[in-house]
């Protein structure tokens, strides 16, 4: 029976180890990820502008707090900059990069993608020919650039467009396709002359061509700094600095229109910090992705410490007889402590090593896939340096001290009393709980109540966090108030369970017998279908009622979309002399940050918004105007999502502050408030007003509603689109507009596992806790069986055991669900809670097989054999 009782530890701990270990691998992994340094690998520093806005408030009763988030959009570099840096001694040049999305066409007119990566096709970028030695390329045939018409490919651009020294290719960026003849093939030094840069294809024209190409003359992305022979980056860097924070300190192209909390300083990037202009989206991702790694981590540490505590507590309460024996003849509470100390050992070390080695592999697989679900973006490197290695060792010394606490905690009780007293009755049964226990969960179980209440009446992040609130209050009341709930679930589901025969009768006697037992089994069940239930929910109800909204927005008939990063906006011009088209508009993506409190604490929320043009409102998308209207959409205005405007108490008329994608804090005048926040966004701006604030200015897609009436625009529309726009495609029933958050991606990946875990540690709670209750109750079933009753009476005894413990613990668990989900949803999705079905079947035969094995594979040899053994027999 010790070998039993130990077996489910020793699976514990395992998992423990394992996942602990893999889940702080990946934060470490996120914590020193950097992005990619390649176009920049020759240079010795960057110059960049600061990618990030701050705000500080003051919590409740605490100092102030500054935090800060990081900026998707481009900050730019003032070009005057350049001049400062290359009088710095040491500096051998320093050269002003501006990169300018392209799309390429090969000799006959098809589009060219760039190289295949794990997150899609790289993107193709095109620059001035002087920035080819900041990575460095080097020509392999041809010459470098000398007119406007002229341009140098990279090896592996020049390879997938079957072109070479002399032929002619098409570019478009902002405007309108050009023809250029390519002068050169050009790769990264040191590689093979069809090669390029692994994340990003390169285009070089001519520097004066680039920058008008950039279309921001008095700004750059970033300056490359060349160092002279022998100068290194520790003599270097002291002289840059004080040459950009001199009288009159370079500062970047949005200071004067940035928060006043921002910083404005240039920034001087070395090492691996030079890949951050190349890649700016890097550093929000990983941030997210940091912060959901961590979340998950402590997820796991608070589950985990649970599970290992209560199956050691388990094991060691299997032996509390012989441990009240051993008491009575003598032994002192130090002896019993280090007899199951040395136990718990002697399972946990390999137990956890073996944990520890299989947390490599499964780091890598997770890595392997955020990469293959792109939720980590192009050029985001998450290092997996041998050095890291030794954090699986770290976790498992964690997971083998919890276990050794907890053996010492569980047999403390039996080590307090006397001898005299430790053969009672009840040091066999698990303590029943304290009133201190008891009034705690009475109260958050009040807690969580109130606030789903308050949930109900709220809106937007209000409601959000009276809602989580609610959710955690309950389910650490029903984890306190587990051994009550347990016993009045099995009373009130007991008396049905009577009329199902001998069987039945004889279920509901040994679960009232053993109710204090099999309530840790029913609180665990509990806890994971509320838990489970609430994560995947939340976020499936606002999902489903999105995408309703979003069907119920579109009203266009048609949509233009292009190969490559993007469609220019005079597009949008041109479709509209097509014949036919009744209205037609660009949609274009960005972020905004807004600031908020959530109580007392300072928050930023970045939140993807869009841009159209509001002339083509409500003819091609429908936001569901409540108040005021679209028309005055424009310069200086948004128009507010109604749940936003009620969290942030604003109407028609008042002006609410956002800061853009590049830093620039704007006041804007609310003119509009629509219905169709979930879908739309929570703020709808004119193109006009976006378009300033954002890197690349392109259009992501074109929607067209037709004239009644009219036939062939379609046709129409791609005809006027072929020579204008490369690689343009004019389809019919555009998908629904449906804006979703950055995170989306490597939330549903990193929500998956998380509830994968959970449900993983459930299992063993549950399995390892019927398992042992059912090898003590093995002399029980033997007597019943010499007392006359019948494998079936007994099986189905057993069976109706199962599905007590299995209805006890959904019905409890999904109220304890419902309740927040309920008020989280009517708040913010105006619906009820909604679960994929395929999701909760999958709970609930989660629930139903392993409740069932666990009480139905340990009593196989009470049950295998036609006449028992007798009681004393093994």
């Not at 010795?44 to 707090?65: H, I």
Request: with cysteine.
């Amino acid at each position: 029976m010790h070998r039993k009782a130990w077996t489910a530890v020793f699976a514990a701990l395992v998992l423990t180890s394992l996942l602990l270990g893999s889940f702080a691998l990946a934060t470490l992994s996120a914590f020193v990820g950097h992005a990619r340094v390649e176009r920049y690998a020759a240079t010795t520093a960057v110059v960049a502008g600061d990618q990030s806005t701050r705000y500080t408030a003051k919590p409740w009763g605490d100092p102030p707090t500054t935090i800060e988030s990081s900026l998707t959009e481009r900050v730019r570099v003032p070009r005057s900059a350049v001049a400062r840096i290359e009088a710095v001694p040491g500096v051998r040049a320093a050269v002003a990069d501006d990169s300018v999305p392209l799309t390429l066409a090969d000799k006959g007119g098809s589009t060219v993608p760039g190289r295949a990566t794990e997150s899609g096709d790289a993107p193709v970028y095109g620059h001035g020919w002087g920035v080819a030695a900041l990575a460095p390329f080097t020509l392999r045939q041809g010459r470098a650039p000398s007119g406007d018409h002229q341009v140098v490919l990279d090896g592996d651009l020049a390879k997938r467009a079957g072109v070479g020294v002399g032929d002619r290719v098409r570019l478009q960026a902002y405007g309108s396709p050009g023809a250029y003849v390519v002068s050169s093939i050009a790769a990264p030094a040191g590689c093979a002359a069809s090669s390029g840069l692994a994340h990003q294809g390169a285009v070089f024209f001519t520097d004066a061509r680039a920058g008008i190409l950039a279309g921001h003359p008095g700004t750059t992305d970033a300056i490359g700094v060349l160092a002279e022979p022998g100068t290194t980056v520790h003599e270097l860097y002291p002289a840059l600095r004080k040459a950009l924070d001199g009288a009159a300190p370079a500062r970047d192209a949005a200071a004067a229109h940035r928060y006043k909390e921002d910083s404005s300083t240039l920034r001087l990037l070395t090492g691996n910090g030079r890949g951050e202009p190349e890649f700016v989206e890097s550093a929000p991702s990983r941030m997210m992705l940091l912060m959901l790694l961590a979340t998950v981590c402590a997820t796991v540490v608070m589950i985990a410490v649970l599970v290992v505590a209560s199956t050691v507590t388990q094991a060691v309460h299997q032996r509390a007889r012989e441990m009240a024996l051993l008491r009575a003849v003598g032994a002192t509470p130090r002896q019993l402590r280090l007899t199951v100390g040395r136990e718990v050992r002697m399972v946990a070390v390999s137990a956890t090593v073996l944990g520890a080695i299989g947390a490599v592999p499964v780091f890598l697989l997770l890595i392997h896939l955020l990469r293959a679900r792109s939720a980590v973006p192009p050029g985001l490197e998450l290092p997996t340096s041998y050095w890291m290695m030794a954090t699986p060792v770290l976790t498992a010394v964690l997971t083998l001290v919890v276990a050794r606490l907890s053996a010492g905690i569980a047999c403390g009780r039996i080590a307090k009393v006397s001898p005299a007293q430790a053969m009672g009755e009840s040091l066999t049964e698990p303590a029943e709980p304290g009133r201190g226990r008891t009034v705690t969960g009475i109260v958050l179980l009040l807690l969580g109540v109130s606030s789903a209440g308050t949930a109900a009446l709220q809106s937007g992040e209000f409601a959000a966090m009276a809602a989580g609130t609610a959710a955690m209050g309950l389910v650490i009341a029903c984890a306190l108030l587990g051994p009550w709930i347990a016993r009045t679930a099995l009373r009130t589901l007991g008396a049905a369970a009577r009329n199902l025969g001998a069987g039945g009768y004889l279920a509901v006697a040994a679960s009232q017998a053993n109710s204090r037992r099999l309530g840790a089994a029913i609180t665990s069940i509990i806890l994971v279908v509320a838990f489970v239930s609430v994560q995947l929910s939340a976020g499936a109800t606002l999902e489903r009622q999105g995408g309703k909204q979003a069907v119920a927005a579109m009203r266009a008939s048609l949509e233009v979309t292009a190969d490559g990063p993007g469609i220019p906006r005079d597009t949008v011009t041109e479709v509209r002399r097509v014949p036919g088209v009744e209205a037609a508009t660009g949609v274009m993506h960005s972020t905004v940050v807004l600031a908020r409190r959530e109580t007392g604490e300072p928050k930023l929320d970045r939140l993807p918004v869009m841009g159209v043009d509001p002339a083509a409102l409500p003819a091609t998308l429908d936001p569901d105007v409540v108040e005021g209207s679209l028309k005055a959409l424009g310069r200086g205005t948004v128009a507010l999502g109604k749940s936003r405007a009620s969290s942030l108490v604003a109407g028609v008329g008042d002006e609410v502050t956002v800061r853009y994608g590049d830093g620039v804090a704007a006041p804007l005048k609310v003119v509009a408030l629509y219905e169709r926040g979930l879908a739309l966004g929570d703020f709808l701006f004119s193109t006009d007003e976006l378009a300033p604030h954002v890197a690349h200015p392109l259009l992501s897609r074109v929607l067209i509603t037709e004239a009644p009436g009219a036939g062939g625009v379609a046709a129409a529309v791609q005809r006027a689109l072929d020579g204008s726009v490369l690689g343009a495609k004019v389809s019919r029933a555009p998908d629904a507009e449906h804006l979703q958050a950055e995170d989306r991606g490597v939330g549903q990946v990193i929500t998956v596992v998380a509830v994968s875990v959970i449900g993983v540690f459930t299992v063993i709670a549950v399995l390892s806790t019927l398992v042992l209750i059912m090898v003590g109750r093995r002399q029980e079933l033997v007597l019943l069986r010499l007392v006359g009753a019948g494998r079936g009476q007994v099986r189905r005894m057993l069976m109706t055991e199962a599905a007590l413990i299995v209805l006890s613990g959904l019905i409890v668990g999904t109220l304890a669900a419902v309740i927040p989900l309920a008020a989280f949803s009517f708040s913010l999705a105006g619906s009820l809670p909604y679960l994929p079905p395929v999701q909760a079947g999958l709970i609930v035969l989660t629930v139903v097989v392993t409740t069932f094995a666990g009480c139905l594979v340990p009593a196989r040899s009470a049950l295998r054999k036609k006449h028992p053994a007798g009681l004393g027999s093994r």
